[in-house]
């Protein structure tokens, strides 16, 4: 990795190749102190990125998370799967009710939503509730609604014993669910939240746990309602971000003595989803738009820029002289410091016999490393 930040170093006066050594491991020690983030390179062809130290500065700073009040935060892009800010993700924290987002998973991979159920007794424990009397029938969807939406311990407890027959064979499916996902921070001890030993997550986990969750339309629908009249009760979702920050579309709050504040959030734009995680915070609200804020001030997901310069003409035999132009260029996702380094490349060859006739294609780098590519023409304009 350090020889991709020293291209042609042999052939420099030795004060200037010292000089950029120096650089070299500066950069290379800023990328390993800082575990979240895209890389800025994979490569390692000489050659493939030199930084200079004001890009070095704008990289640091990329990945410093805000002001937070929490004790634990993250905040991660969905489409390419990459945490980018994070505080003390890994440490394991009390998740309060954002526990029931596994309880709604398991109930989608588990169960169906026409399913009828009873609801026992034993359900009735108090806390959060949707409103569950004893003996109602109510099928699953409306129980995965009063779940996320009222955050209904009712409901979770009513699905535990509907799903696996009792809560304790709940409990363990979560925690075997838990395996699959590789969440190793995460045990559960109940299916809704409240406070108990060993019940814990940390922000890492939970932003994982949301991607599978989220894989399932229902449970998208419901997370992103404000509202909804369900079962003969009007139900109001405890997310306030909601209705308080633009493409906001979910996902789960929890609240407890022992966990604080906690909000698992995601928020979508133009078909790309941020998720934001903060655990033990004392304003979960303004913790996850302050982490949303440095999302969308510090990276950027746009369309490949069209060629320009020398690599947007191309002569034909004839004479012609015709403009490159890339078909549907792809998004790329990249800190917005990195954006002036991305470079445009057409490559073209004939059909054929016919030397008039070009198949192209333009790709996209950053360094030597390949970005993307798309199908390219050629254009009298």
């Known amino acids: 990795m350090l020889f991709a930040f020293l291209p042609f170093a042999s052939q420099l006066p030795p004060r200037r190749r010292l000089r950029r050594l120096w650089l070299a491991a500066l950069s290379l020690l800023s990328l390993m102190c800082l575990g979240a983030g895209p890389p800025l390179l ?12 004001e890009e070095i500065a704008a990289h640091r700073a990329a990945q410093r998370p805000p002001a937070l009040t929490a004790a634990s935060a993250l905040l991660a892009d969905s489409t390419t799967q990459q945490p980018l800010l994070a505080l003390a993700p890994q440490t394991p924290r009390p998740m309060a009710s954002t526990t029931k987002i596994m309880t709604a998973l398991l109930t989608l991979e ?33 129980l995965l609604w009063g779940l996320l939406l009222a955050s209904g311990n009712d409901a979770a407890l009513a699905l535990a014993q509907h799903v696996a027959g009792s809560e304790a064979a709940f409990v363990d499916l979560m925690n075997r669910r ?6 190793t921070s995460t045990h559960f001890a109940n299916p809704h939240g409240l406070d108990a030993a060993g019940h814990q997550s ?8 949301a991607e599978a969750a989220m894989a399932y339309p229902k449970f998208r629908e419901i997370v992103a309602s404000p509202t909804a009249l369900v079962a003969g009760r009007r139900l109001w979702n405890r ?16 609240t ?5 504040q906690v909000l698992v959030a995601s928020v979508n734009r133009q078909q790309h989803r941020a998720i934001a995680v903060v655990m ?3 304003d979960r609200y303004g913790d996850a738009e302050a982490l949303f804020d440095a999302y969308f001030e510090r990276f950027q997901w746009a369309p490949a820029p069209q060629p320009a310069g020398p690599t947007a003409w191309v002569r034909l035999p004839d004479g012609r002289v015709l403009r490159v132009v890339a078909e549907a260029p792809p998004d790329l996702f990249l800190p917005r410091w990195l954006w002036p380094r991305v470079r445009t490349q057409a490559v073209w060859q004939a059909v054929g016999s016919d030397p008039g006739r070009l198949a192209g294609q333009v790709r996209w780098y950053l360094g030597n490393e390949l970005l993307g590519q798309a199908p390219a023409y050629l254009s009298p304009y």
């Open 202 to 209: 940390s922000a890492y986990d939970l932003w994982r746990l």
């Open 110 to 142: 588990r169960a169906r939503l026409d399913d009828r159920v009873v609801v026992p007794a034993s359900a009735l424990i108090g806390e959060a509730s949707m409103g569950l009397q004893a003996g109602e029938v109510v099928t699953v969807e409306e």
């Open 239 to 254: 997310n306030e971000l909601l209705t308080r920050y633009p493409g906001a579309d979910g996902i789960k709050t929890g």
């Open 280 to 282: 033990g915070s004392q």
């Open 256 to 260: 407890t003595p022992l966990a604080g």
């Open 42 to 53: 994979s490569g390692t062809a000489p050659g493939s990125l030199a930084l200079l130290p």
């Open 178 to 183: 838990a395996a699959e996902l590789g969440l």
